[in-house]
């Protein structure tokens, strides 16, 4: 067995609200089968208090994309989306006695995917507007990017060299080679975390990393 | 331990007998095989060793002074690999396929820094090598080509005769990693016009920690390791007498009757899953794949969770999704094959060893059509009218 906890194995055997809600008031999916790890999430949202009155959700991925997503259901359900969204994936992963460094970014997509629904949700209750990218917002998602050799973000791990926002496109360079072990897994978080913003077109990734001589 | 283990490309259980074969030169006759010239018991210690190296050379149709001891397939591959690179002193072109074990593709992936020039030629979906491409890759300059010839994932054969024949009319050296065929399917070198080929003993029941390189009387290696003037002075170090005594038991007890169960379980497990499972995608060939492999993609659900369901129930698999794997990347044997990367996420391997009886196979099918269904009821890919 893995060196997943026994709460992990738990709500992997029995995950909690599996489904899809019929007729639901928000839902997102997060992620993609081509990665490994998908999730779906809808919700049931009370609109005079804001509170989660249902929430479900089906996953394509492993056992930590099943369990983190499960956890994050039960953590939310009876709280308003102010309070979940400021759920985060560290608190998910606590909640779960712990995730594998090299699990730690399937905690960030159930917690974006929660994110992404209630973002949607104000967005239709006009609630919240678009607001143009800012750097801030793209180092705010680039946080949750993580180094899965220590379940680190990348930002913290320092990988981050550089980064800029202009004209729809997001330029990024990475202290890394291009033939890292994990070169091509942080580069599809990356564009998952970026690729969606409605603002921008272009999110280029360049590997800055001094190569071996 | 699994009560049901059906990762043996991965790695196999020692058969007793090999131990039994092993321990006397492990606890009594301890002495080191050291040469001609010492005392009785490292006489009786070389005497030894020259068996298990004449037994290992003729199952293979090869002469004794031909096989190498190394520590393993990947050392082998290694000293073939670099051994035989090293020892030409010009700019060189080297051929081999996408989808060879870590051991030859990162081998001659590092020597590209050293200017080695590398071509990968492509396979089919079913996993076997572009012939056309193969012969189109060859140039005046390559010195080296390396073919598998059963692979770690899918099981396929590759036609390493025609192969061979190929490299024979151009003067270029093959060498095969036969480390997942050796024992299972036919291997000759001379019928396949081999130079070199990297075998290992725990794939097929011997111990870990021990293997041979069949190196051709005319080819010249340059060692990768320095010291003592051990086997061939091609590579030092004392002999690992008691895994190479285990290793020739255990190249010798693969019998037919073996290989003929191998297979017929491989068969009744694609026959039961293909037709009780829906939405299910063979990987490799059956018919034309070694007998103790199958590949199997089940379409909607991922691979990791499927090998922890199955470990629940004691039972051991192997996956090729990148959720399993150290890099996080989907099995790169399957993305040649243009797999997507959603099939390779979901594909699982299961080998199969003379250990393995039918009603393993049958408890092994019961749990994944449960455990399959179950996934499939959480995916939010699965079509839902027949779910």
Known sequence: MLSYSKKVIEHFKHPRNVGEIANADAEALEGSPACGDMLKITLKIDEKTHVITDIKFESFGCASNIATASILTEMVKGKTIEEAEKVTWKQAAEELEGLPPVKMHCAVLAVDALKSAIEQWKEKKGLADKKPTTPDKVLRKLRNVLNPLTGASIVRMQLLRDFDVADGVITIDLDLTPDHKFASHIQEEIHEKLDHLWDIKEVKINFVGELES | ?387
Request: with cysteine; aromatic share 6%; charged share 25%.
């Open chain 2, 1 to 387: 331990m699994n009560e049901i283990y059906l990762d043996n490309a991965t790695t196999t259980q020692l058969d007793p007998w090999v131990a039994e074969e092993m321990r006397p030169w492990l606890l009594e006759k301890y002495a080191a095989p050291t040469g001609h010239f010492g005392h009785q018991a490292s006489l009786e210690a070389k005497e030894k060793l020259e068996q298990a190296r004449a037994a290992i050379a003729e199952s293979i149709n090869a002469q004794p002074e031909e096989i190498v001891f190394t520590s393993g397939g990947t050392e082998a591959n290694n000293l073939a690999i670099q051994g035989y690179l090293k020892s030409l002193k010009k700019p060189v072109h080297v051929v081999t396929t996408a989808i060879e074990q870590e051991s030859v593709l990162n081998t001659l992936r590092a020597l590209q820094k050293d200017g080695v020039e590398l071509t990968e030629v492509g396979v089919d979906q079913d996993g076997f090598i572009k012939l056309e491409e193969f012969n189109a890759a060859l140039r005046p300059e390559t010195v080296l080509c390396s073919v598998q010839l059963v692979n770690q994932e899918v099981g396929t054969i590759q036609p390493l005769a025609q192969i061979g024949r190929i490299c024979a009319e151009k003067s270029i050296p093959l060498h095969t990693d036969a480390v997942h065929g050796w024992g299972m399917v036919g291997l000759d070198v001379k019928k396949m016009n081999l130079s070199l080929a990297a075998l290992t003993a725990h794939k097929i029941h011997g111990p870990k920690g021990i293997g041979a390189l069949y190196k051709r009387k005319d080819v010249k290696l340059s060692p990768i390791m320095y010291g003592g003037y051990n086997e061939f002075e091609l590579r030092p170090g004392t002999e690992n007498l008691p895994g190479a005594a285990g290793m020739a038991k255990a190249i010798g007890m693969m019998k037919p009757e073996h290989i003929e169960h191998i297979d017929k379980l491989r068969r009744m497990m694609w026959g039961a899953i293909g037709s009780q499972i829906p939405w299910v995608h063979l990987n490799g060939s059956v018919d034309r794949g070694a007998p103790h492999i199958l590949n199997v993609t089940f379409d909607y659900i991922e691979g990791e969770s499927i090998l922890l369901r199955l470990d629940m129930q004691g039972i051991a698999v192997a996956t090729g999704s990148a959720c399993f794997s150290k890099a996080l990347e989907a099995s790169y044997v399957l993305l040649a094959m243009g797999r997507p990367h959603e099939q390779a996420h979901g594909s699982m391997r299961f080998s199969f060893s003379r250990f393995n009886t039918d009603e393993e196979i049958a408890k092994t099918l019961d749990a994944l059509k449960e455990i399959v269904s179950d996934l499939r009821k959480l995916s939010p890919l699965t079509p839902r009218k027949e779910a």
